[in-house]
């Protein structure tokens, strides 16, 4: 959806904030509504799709575990499943607090998300890691989405 020019002017201005600009303004003009948004609207957009994500891969995990013989694998992605619970959980307080027009509630409940996601991405990222290309396109994609979400949540004064 096109933005207007004040809306895409905040969209820029936190994307550049972001790893991935082209992501985070794909997300953002994807979810748009009406072509305009302030920033509690970019807020409602960045925290809905990290929760919408984190739900999904929680239950890509879950599949995988299902289906897994690998040992070694199955113990890794217990740790992923560890930590997307606890980005799920905080999202999902987030979202409430949100609802409730609790901003800085909603930025404390989403402050503890990079470092549990990051336990996950770390262990397909570090040796003798278990490549999986699914889960490092979908922890890619939940760190950016964390980062669009606590970067818009900050914006607001």
């Given at each position: 959806?096109?933005?207007?020019?004040?809306?895409?002017?905040?969209?820029?201005?936190?994307?550049?904030?972001?790893?991935?600009?082209?992501?985070?303004?794909?997300?953002?003009?994807?979810?748009?509504?009406?072509?305009?948004?302030?920033?509690?609207?970019?807020?409602?957009?960045?925290?809905?799709?990290?929760?919408?994500?984190?739900?999904?891969?929680?239950?890509?995990?879950?599949?995988?575990?299902?289906?897994?013989?690998?040992?070694?694998?199955?113990?890794?992605?217990?740790?992923?499943?560890?930590?997307f619970k606890i980005v799920k959980?905080?999202?999902?307080?987030?979202l409430k607090l949100f609802s409730?027009?609790?901003?800085?509630?909603?930025?404390?409940?989403?402050?503890?998300?990079?470092?549990?996601?990051?336990?996950?991405?770390?262990?397909?990222?570090?040796?003798?890691?278990?490549?999986?290309?699914?889960?490092?396109?979908?922890?890619r994609e939940m760190r950016i989405?964390?980062?669009?979400?606590?970067?818009?949540?900050?914006?607001?004064?």
């Open positions: 959806m096109a933005a207007d020019s004040v809306t895409e002017a905040r969209i820029d201005t936190l994307c550049h904030q972001i790893e991935e600009f082209g992501f985070c303004s794909q997300t953002f003009h994807q979810n748009l509504k009406g072509g305009s948004a302030d920033y509690v609207g970019l807020i409602q957009i960045a925290t809905n799709q990290a929760y919408s994500n984190v739900t999904n891969t929680l239950g890509y995990i879950e599949q995988l575990l299902r289906s897994t013989t690998d040992p070694a694998l199955k113990n890794d992605l217990i740790v992923c499943e560890n930590a959980q905080a999202f999902g307080e987030a409730q027009r609790d901003y800085r509630g909603m930025l404390s409940a989403e402050r503890p998300t990079p470092r549990a996601q990051a336990s996950c991405d770390v262990i397909f990222s570090t040796p003798p890691a278990r490549h999986s290309p699914t889960m490092d396109e979908r922890n989405l964390i980062a669009m979400a606590i970067t818009s949540g900050s914006n607001i004064h």
